[in-house]
């Protein structure tokens, strides 16, 4: 795979998520804070820890705690796996 859709993102997202979370993202929420979308830091860690494990990339630690949104994690991992593939 070359590229995170947000759906994947989703999909990942939806395995580790709170119960009052909405489960599915859209595009109206790709600048929406995870927190507010009810996603908290050990749901985040365990979906970049398995996008890691899936992808087969390191993603930068300062980078992933100031990924704040679905967009800047997406530009995130994305911008990583254009890297490893280069």
């Keep these: ?3 995170l859709t947000l759906r994947e ?3 990942i997202l939806l395995e580790f998520q709170d119960l009052d979370a909405p489960g599915v993202l859209d ?3 790709l600048d929406v804070v995870f927190q ?3 996603y908290d830091s050990l749901a985040l860690l365990q979906t ?3 996008i890691q ?3 087969g990339v390191e993603l930068d630690r300062d980078g992933v705690a100031s990924a704040e949104t679905p967009r800047a994690l997406l530009d995130l991992v994305n911008t ?3 890297g490893a593939t280069a």
């Design 1 to 3: 795979m070359t590229q």
């Design 9 to 11: 993102l989703g999909e």
């Design 27 to 29: 595009p109206d929420c």
């Design 36 to 38: 507010d979308l009810g």
């Design 48 to 50: 970049t820890g398995r």
């Design 53 to 55: 494990r899936e992808y």
């Design 80 to 82: 990583t796996l254009t």
